[in-house]
């Protein structure tokens, strides 16, 4: 397999995204310390760190929150690693220290870590692997864990990981003796597997490669429990039966899935998992299936922002091209799992279309989850808000403004541990030879060769690379072409060149020498951007993208009634705004708003009158105060 660069030899250097990194460790950081605390007036208390200070018996009384609560105290310690290692904070790293610690105290003498069975039963544990989260908060810790030795040496949460690894390790696999069962929500695979890429124990991998297995096998593991916890079978009928076996991904073996179904972060954290445990034990056919149902997803199952899981009710996929824009959920942490998925199917066969998913996602689907200022969040991403609709309608779920914090705060140290990890997602690394993914701003050093790479994205197309450090021999350059860029112009110190293209890269196999230049120009001008005929939403309507990122119409700009503006897809401008939204470009177009009569329905056709359409980045959107929002506009 190939793999990522280690963080601290990538120094990030980029105008859009190093904001947004120093943003994420003074700001979100802090702000998250303090939320875990519930220290922040106004928002949904969290009582994390009071779970574990009541488990270690350290103070007195009822564990606060959903039964995953733990995992929001892991994804914050995995964000600071990610921080730790590219920016040593001694007062960061006693504050990780300092609740490592406490979560040691209130681990059992077995390995066992869970506050939420600590607290109000272990006789209890493991007995609803299907709804609650024990192996879910495992991985998590796990990732964490990994993270932080690898920033900073320490192995003190290693250390509680590998003992609630082991405590996993003997009570879940094939033995007669053992449970046969797998998590509810998938994490644990993923967390094992980079515990034992951490620690080389093969009992992790296998233990990994086992929950794999043994998921969706005949007898069903969660009815068998279910039974033996005295719970009564649902009236439910045919379709809801099967929708909830789908929820958890356990109606069959994972390599017979061809489609996504079910919870959207759980289907992509399960094949996060099995691309990464099929990687380490060279199972292909595990990552054949991820391969085959991230494509499906990709092709059929995909918002244009890069966000997944259509149905507010289980945040889940349900079928191909069913994609409605203000009833969808889309939530911060289905784009970030997406993206796991994608690096590390590149990681063990590279190809462009991974990159562009991930480009994807991350300038629109993610980076909507959070405000400009650090410290508010979306949980769901919708493409058409109407404000009146999301706080009448129960059926319609979405939040118009972002939140302070959320009784489920998975989402915040999820989109936390993204940005400070950011680096990871840019380059895969091979022996001598080096893709470049993202074009973000940065320099490194790796296997003998330094790299500087300057880039004007998301404004513009124009990246260059400059050789600081030249290995010795032969190396291979490879540079992933966005699908969007058309007609790209390369050139090599200064000569236009065309290079060999292989899987979506533009390729250069050569001797480098110190002060060698590549510069390519990626034309970036707004498009309008049509969906298949199969996606009854979007008929007559169009989307507009420019270079990586997608737009929308706010009714700060436009007024009331967005759905009544018709664009003229020739007239599309782009001009770039320093002042607005922390700088941003701006899509200008014609367009007409539909004048019709007031009556509820009237002969009357409606007058077209001709306005100007003024449209923002999507990951922009809600900035500005409350309003109305729209992805896909009519067209003239």
Known sequence: MYSHLPLRNIEINDAFFAPRMLQARTVSIPYMWEALHDRIEGVAPSGCIANFRIAAHEQEGAFTG?????????????????????????????????????????????GYLDTYYIINGLENRFTNLRDHHEMYIAGHMFEAAVAYFEATG??????????????????????EEKLHGYPGHEEVELGLARLYGATG????????????????????YFEEEARRRGEKPRNMD???????????????????????????????????????????????????????????IISRQMYITG?????????????????????????????????????????????????????????????????????KYFYMNPLEVWPERCETRTDVNIDDVRQGWFGCA??????????????????????????????????????????????GFPWNGNVSMEITQAPADEYTLAVRIPSWAKDTVFSLNGCAVQPEKVDGYAVWERVFSVGDRIDMVFPMQPVCMYASRFVPDYAG??????????????????????????????????TYDPSLLQGVNVIHAEGVRMQGSEALYSENAPAAEPVPVTMVPYYAWGNRGKGEMRVWMHRV
């Open 307 to 375: 966000g997944i899981g259509s149905c507010h009710e289980g945040e889940s996929f349900t079928f191909d091209y069913d994609l409605p824009p203000e009833r969808c959920y889309t939530e911060t942490c289905a784009a970030i799992s997406l993206i796991m998925t994608a690096i590390r199917l590149n990681r063990v066969k590279p190809h462009a279309v991974y990159g562009d998913i991930v480009e994807k996602a991350l300038y629109n689907g993610i980076l909507s989850g959070i405000s400009l200022d650090g410290q």
């Open 154 to 175: 320490k192995k003190n949460l290693l250390h509680i990981a590998c003992r609630f690894a082991d405590c996993l390790d003997r009570n879940f696999g094939p033995e």
């Open 201 to 220: 124990e093969k009992r992790y991998l296998r233990l990994a490669a086992y929950f794999l297995d043994q998921r969706g096998t005949k007898p069903l």
């Open 238 to 296: 045919a379709k809801h039966a099967y929708a909830a076996r789908n929820y958890h991904q356990s109606d069959i073996p994972v390599r017979e899935m061809t489609a996504p179904f079910g919870h959207a972060v759980r289907q992509c954290y399960l094949l996060s998992g099995m691309v990464e445990t099929g990687g380490k034990t060279g199972d292909e056919t595990l990552v054949d299936s991820a391969r085959r149902v991230f494509r499906r």
């Open 541 to 574: 309507q169009l989307a507009v993208q420019c270079g990586p990122v997608i737009y929308c119409a706010e009714e700060v700009d436009n007024g009331r009634e967005l759905w009544n503006l018709c664009v003229n897809p020739h007239s599309l401008s782009v």
């Open 66 to 110: 959903w039964w995953f609560q733990d995992s929001d105290l892991w994804k914050w310690i995995e964000g600071a690693a990610y921080s730790l290692s590219t920016h040593p904070d001694e007062k960061l790293q006693n504050e990780v220290d300092e609740v490592i610690a406490l979560a040691g105290r209130a681990q059992q003498e077995d």
């Open 410 to 455: 998975c989402c915040p140290p999820n989109i936390l541990r993204t940005l400070t990890g950011l680096g990871q997602y840019l380059y895969t690394a091979g022996e001598r030879k080096l893709y470049v993914d993202q074009f973000v701003s940065s320099s490194l050093v790796h296997d003998g060769l330094g790299l500087r790479l300057c880039s």
